[in-house]
């Protein structure tokens, strides 16, 4: 629940603004002081932790069905995975761990796919689903609500949103490992020339818009009473918003990083990846926090207020 102290300052402004311009200042200052209030920073990084333990199984899964797509999208396909398994992680990964890694993907990708894949989905889900528990419980304090669900009913909510975002990922895998190419494999060379462009306009915002509606689905479920879908969107679009430029400086923190041949060097890609989860956390702690607070300013008809947390 917000402090009062954090937020005297946003009381003070607001009163000074004309009457017209203050809920154009008080949500933004109002999600600002109740993001401090609720302990986001802090929340993110007990979400950043649970995500980064899964972290080696997820990799192992995502290995384990890049083998499988390989077969499946052709020598273009085969091309574009490969560059993306073992290049890419050259740009930023030391010598000798990358030796270690390319070992340990020719031999997921080669064989034992379905075996690797099953450990790694049984141990995603396992420690997954504790980062999304935390997730859900944030989303309560957000709204500054009592959540009514017992204990086993949030615990399954977790793993059931665990579950159904490994299967997102999966089934989204392929669009991504080849991005806006994918037409050149299932069109004809007439239709491709016609389309290409198109596709290289829309891709991207349309998997933008596609991780909208996913963040919004998010917010739905998760908080503590049913939520009107369209509700949700403002926060997951501020969500995506604040992804996209923490992407943007970790990605020039990298490049700047990598220039230098000493230790920081070395370490600068497992604090890009640290980094890069806390940042996804907070921006989707920050997302519940603003659509709680249009709640709160607005509320709807059935917001339970009897579910309201005492001071």
């Not at 920073?41 to 199984?57: I, K, T, Y």
């Not at 956390?281 to 607070?293: D, I, Q, R, T």
Request: charged share 15%; net charge neutral; no cysteine.
């Amino acid at each position: 629940m917000a402090d009062p102290s954090v937020g005297s300052w946003v009381h003070r402004v607001d009163a000074r603004l004309p009457r017209r311009l203050r809920p154009v200042w008080r949500l933004p200052a109002r999600t600002v002081a109740d993001s401090l209030a609720d302990r986001v920073p802090g929340l993110a990084a007990e979400v950043a932790f649970f995500a980064l333990l899964s972290l080696p199984a997820l990799l192992l899964m995502l290995l384990g069905s890049l083998g499988f797509l390989a077969e499946a999208l052709g020598p273009q396909g085969g091309a574009e995975l490969s560059r993306l398994v073992f290049e890419v992680p050259r740009t930023f990964l030391t010598p000798g761990t990358y030796d270690s890694y390319s070992d340990v993907a020719k031999d997921v990708l080669s064989e034992g796919r379905a075996g690797v894949m099953s450990f790694g989905v049984l141990l995603s889900l396992w420690s997954g689903s504790r980062a999304a528990a935390r997730l859900i419980d944030t989303v309560a304090i957000a709204y500054d609500l009592e959540d009514p669900r017992p204990i086993w009913h949030r615990r399954l909510l977790a793993l059931g949103l665990t579950l159904g975002g490994l299967i997102v990922g999966i089934a989204v895998l392929p669009i991504l490992v080849i991005g806006p190419q994918i037409v050149g494999l299932i069109a004809s060379p007439s239709v491709e020339q016609a389309a290409s462009g198109l596709v290289d306009l829309f891709f991207w915002p349309g998997m933008s818009l596609l991780v909208v509606l996913l963040l919004a689905s998010f917010y739905h479920v998760a908080a503590p009473w049913k939520t009107p879908w369209r509700r949700d969107l403002p926060g997951a679009v501020l969500t995506v918003v604040i992804w996209m430029l923490a992407a943007a400086g970790l990605r020039l923190y990298v490049t700047f990083s990598l220039r230098d041949d000493g230790v920081f060097a070395q370490l600068a890609a497992p604090l890009a990846v640290v980094l890069w989860l806390y940042a996804t956390a907070f921006a989707v702690l920050v997302g519940a926090e603003l659509n709680a607070e249009i709640e709160k300013m607005w509320p709807h008809r059935d917001f339970p207020w009897h579910l309201r947390r005492s001071s």
